[in-house]
């Protein structure tokens, strides 16, 4: 019965995927957090050592983020030129 239940949990995780929006949502808060301590905390030393850790310790969310942003702007310039094209050739064969 246990084992059935790991099994369970690992089919739930392997369903995770992160989205743009929801990633984006935690990467300001995380800015957020760094921005509070550092107005904060009258110790500028102590704030600056774990505004450095905490970014850090993200940046691999970071660069994932940058990633999906990058494939979302390319797939989205990608379908502006395909229809750009599509559309100067549907013209061209109106006109002829």
């Known amino acids: 019965?246990?084992?059935?239940?790991?099994?369970?949990?690992e089919e739930e995780s392997s369903e995770r995927c992160f989205s743009a929006k929801k990633l984006n949502e935690a990467l300001?808060?995380?800015?957020?957090a760094i921005e509070i301590f550092?107005?904060?905390d009258a110790d500028f030393e102590?704030?600056?050592t774990v505004?450095?850790?905490l970014m850090r310790s993200h940046a691999c969310y970071r660069?994932?983020?940058r990633k999906?942003?990058?494939?979302?702007?390319?797939?989205t310039l990608n379908n502006f030129l395909t229809k750009k094209i599509n559309a100067d050739q549907?013209?061209?064969?109106?006109?002829t």
């Open 1 to 9: 019965m246990e084992k059935f239940e790991r099994e369970e949990e």
């Open 90 to 95: 549907t013209s061209k064969q109106e006109e």
């Open 63 to 65: 660069e994932i983020y």
């Open 68 to 75: 999906m942003k990058k494939t979302f702007q390319q797939t």
């Open 38 to 40: 550092e107005q904060q």
């Open 51 to 53: 505004a450095a850790n």
């Open 28 to 32: 300001l808060h995380m800015e957020k």
């Open 46 to 48: 102590r704030s600056s």
